[in-house]
């Protein structure tokens, strides 16, 4: 497997937001940001290394200081989730 992107970087550089299409994205109402909680995880939490791409990296980093418990909420979000999925697939 080749780790080498084939986006048209200049290309992608060069647009506009009015290029970029979000037709398929809800908008993020009132409602949404006052029920949006951070979660972050349990301080009893173990250390592991996990590899990571630069750039999902780089825009964690960007966020500030607490990069590393960002992505581990991140994580634990995204694990929850597919528990609930793979949860409703049995009960179907």
């Given at each position: 497997?080749?780790?080498?992107?084939?986006?048209?970087?200049?290309?992608?550089?060069?647009?506009?937001?009015?290029?970029?299409?979000t037709?398929?994205?809800?908008?993020?109402?009132?409602?949404?940001?006052?029920?949006a909680?951070?979660?972050?995880?349990?301080?009893?939490?173990?250390?592991?290394?996990?590899?990571?791409?630069?750039?999902?990296?780089?825009?964690?980093?960007?966020?500030?200081?607490?990069?590393?418990?960002?992505?581990?909420?991140?994580?634990?979000?995204?694990?929850?989730?597919?528990?609930?999925?793979?949860?409703?697939?049995?009960?179907?």
């Open positions: 497997m080749s780790n080498t992107s084939k986006t048209d970087w200049t290309r992608i550089d060069a647009m506009s937001d009015d290029d970029i299409g037709s398929d994205i809800p908008p993020l109402t009132d409602d949404f940001f006052e029920k909680q951070l979660r972050m995880p349990e301080a009893s939490a173990g250390t592991v290394s996990v590899s990571v791409d630069f750039e999902t990296l780089a825009w964690f980093q960007s966020k500030g200081d607490a990069a590393e418990q960002h992505m581990a909420a991140a994580l634990k979000i995204y694990a929850e989730a597919q528990r609930n999925v793979i949860g409703e697939r049995r009960s179907a």
